[in-house]
């Protein structure tokens, strides 16, 4: 590549051709950290890797060339055009290095030492990312399977329910019928898209489960959720939507929001989009978390960052200064493995965004880049 006098970019350049030092790392990582337009440039960059990702398997090195060019631009402040679809593909263009510390990072798994790439070898059972699959239990206790693929219509009573192309579409004939409840449940590796009744849409992540009735007769418009959600709530003053988790409730008048509600997680975690929303009497303003304690029911709230609270429901996996525990716990409800601890990893942080098209072995090799080790029997994940 070319040389350069500004210094962000020699940093670059030199993480690019794999000779940054940890020290300069941290350096090239804060300060994109703190420049918000650059951020931006590679977030869309990896948008637009997620289009490709499952297109081509390699990437070679002009194709390498003109992307670091690319990235040079955004930093030297030249408009950046959306490049065409041509072989971006392979752990390496994911754009990002799951860094010690924490960062939006280049990563060249080329250039990753033999033991990591043996043991990456022996890990990468390329076990593939979740799809689109749930099961709908009606309220007479039978079950529908659901998948990608489906497409199919469920009569209940005055109810009709529409699958078609990863998502459930409820509607009602008008009539005031008594109402049933259905329960959704998305299994590990997988996640699905519904429409309530009153039109309200939820996206549910994997090892999740919603129950609702099958039509909103009531003053409150009331769900169940275990797992996480995305809502995005039909405004009806006279009626609130209620989202109720085991530790605590939601009171929604009309927005979009996020719900982090999985039993082995130490908090449940509200994420509003927009709109306006209450956990606990405690109200939120757009842009603003809510994390109450599983175990002492405090609650604290402060300023979110949306993006990787909901990266989820975009494709992504996005992790802020994550220790290895709550990475590998959102890796086995993805990929459906179990986690078994052999060794630990102390003291290592990552920081990064990754495409959750990708199969586990890509992101496997990301970790192992910065110190992880893992090996793979069946579909036990052995951390070493």
Not at 318 to 329: G, P, S, T, V, Y
Request: overall charge positive; aromatic content about 6%; glycine content about 8%.
């Amino acid at each position: 590549m070319s040389t350069s006098t500004d210094p962000h970019e020699k940093l670059l350049q030199r993480y690019l051709d794999g000779q940054c030092t940890p020290e300069e790392a941290a350096m090239l990582m804060e300060w994109l950290r703190q420049t918000g337009s650059h951020r931006k440039v590679l977030l869309r960059m990896q948008e637009e890797f997620n289009e490709l990702v499952s297109q081509h398997p390699e990437i070679s090195p002009e194709i390498s060339q003109r992307m670091e060019a690319r990235l040079l631009q955004s930093i030297r402040g030249t408009k950046v055009r959306r490049m065409p679809v041509i072989r971006w593909v392979a752990a390496a263009s994911v754009l990002l290095l799951l860094a010690a510390g924490g960062a939006f990072f280049l990563s060249r798994p080329a250039k990753l030492p033999p033991q990591t790439a043996q043991t990456i070898t022996r890990s990468a059972a390329d076990i593939a990312p979740g799809s689109n699959k749930a099961e709908l239990t009606l309220a007479d206790g039978s079950v529908v399977t659901l998948d990608s693929a489906g497409n199919q219509v469920i009569r209940q009573g005055e109810t009709t329910v529409r699958q078609q192309n990863g998502q459930l579409h409820y509607s009602t004939g008008g009539q005031l019928t008594a109402a049933g409840y259905n329960t959704l449940t998305v299994p590990r590796g997988g996640q699905f898209h519904i429409v309530l009744p009153d039109g309200s849409r939820v996206w549910l992540n994997s090892t999740s489960k919603l129950r609702f009735p099958t039509a909103f007769h009531e003053t409150q418009r009331i769900v169940e959720l275990e797992g996480q959600g995305y809502f995005e709530v039909s405004k009806d003053a006279q009626k609130p939507f209620i989202v109720q988790t085991r530790s605590a409730k939601v009171e929604v008048l009309g927005t979009g929001f996020d719900v982090m509600a999985y039993s082995d997680e130490k908090t449940m975690n509200t994420t509003l989009v927009e709109g306006a929303v209450k956990v606990k009497e405690v109200r939120l303003r757009p842009g603003q978390q809510a994390r109450l304690e599983h175990a002492t029911g405090n609650i604290t709230v402060a300023p979110a960052d949306v993006q990787h609270a909901i990266a989820w429901k975009t494709g992504f996996f996005e992790f802020d200064n994550a220790d290895i525990d709550d990475i590998l716990r959102q890796a086995a409800r993805w990929y459906d493995v179990d986690v078994v601890y052999k060794g630990r990893l102390k003291n290592l942080l990552f920081g990064g965004r990754i495409s959750r098209n990708l199969p586990l072995s890509e992101l496997l090799k990301m970790l192992e880049a910065n110190g992880a080790r893992f090996s793979m029997e069946g579909r036990n994940l052995i951390v070493l």
